[in-house]
């Protein structure tokens, strides 16, 4: 069964601090593909990226990266110079191959960042 | 890029009526849509999978007979809550899948519930 893992239910940083949201998954399929959302106070879901599970690459868009590794099933997501706007959840999902595309959510992990 | 709404928005209901949501998805056919439920400060957890033409697919414990299903077209799809009580208060958000491309949805902006 799918399942991930967002071990830090609250984080709270000072502005132009850097910060790492964790994320662990589990699955059995050799194809999945893996994504972050970021959800404000506003509720929609935003979407920052998706990963499949043959591309290893670490990734960088701006301020965030993000780093895959499929050894130890983590897709870790860094914020450069957090900014106020930056306050949100962030849910890392996951989504077996083969056609499902059933999202598996993670608990999410709120980001406060402080002026 | 493609956009999916939401009607309505926010919607208060009595306890015992039913309630409809629509998802619609603007600018692309959505072969497949997603509804998902998300209480306060918790993740969101899929209760159904609607192809178009063809009856949804329930997750385990989600009862279809309280929350109905149609997706009628391909760009729309409708949650009715029926008989709706108290602890059906909720977010419900729901995503579009372009037939077109890989695995890729596309989310609404979310619709809350509350039952009085």
């Known amino acids: 069964a799918q399942k991930v893992t967002q071990a830090q239910t609250e984080i709270s940083v000072v502005e132009k601090e850097d910060v790492t949201l964790d994320c662990v998954y589990e699955t059995r399929d050799t194809t999945y593909y893996l994504f972050w959302y970021k959800q404000p106070p506003s509720g929609e879901l935003v979407f920052l990226i998706r990963r499949n599970s043959f591309d290893e690459q670490n990734e960088i868009s701006g301020r965030y990266s993000w780093n895959f590794q499929k050894s130890t099933s983590s897709f870790n997501f860094t914020i450069t110079a957090s900014q106020v706007v930056d306050s949100a959840v962030y849910f890392c999902a996951l989504s077996e191959g083969g056609g499902s595309e059933k999202l598996v959510f993670g608990k999410g992990t709120k980001l406060t960042v402080n002026p | 890029g493609a956009v999916v709404s939401q009607h309505p928005s926010r919607v208060i209901c009595k306890s015992g009526t039913s309630v409809k949501i629509e998802c619609r998805s603007l600018?692309?056919?959505?072969?497949?849509m997603f509804w998902y439920r998300q209480f306060p400060k918790q993740s969101l957890m899929l209760m159904a999978t609607?192809?178009?033409?063809?009856?949804?697919?329930?997750e385990q414990g989600v009862e279809k007979d309280k929350f109905l299903i149609n997706h009628a077209s391909l760009t729309l799809s409708t949650l009715t809550v029926t008989s709706a009580h108290p602890e059906d208060s909720s977010f419900y958000i729901c995503?579009?899948?372009?037939?077109?491309?890989?695995?890729?949805?596309?989310f609404g902006p979310g619709t809350r519930l509350t039952v009085t």
């Open positions: 609607s192809n178009e033409g063809s009856k949804a697919t329930y």
């Open positions: 995503s579009a899948r372009d037939g077109r491309g890989p695995y890729e949805q596309y």
């Open positions: 600018d692309f056919q959505a072969t497949t």
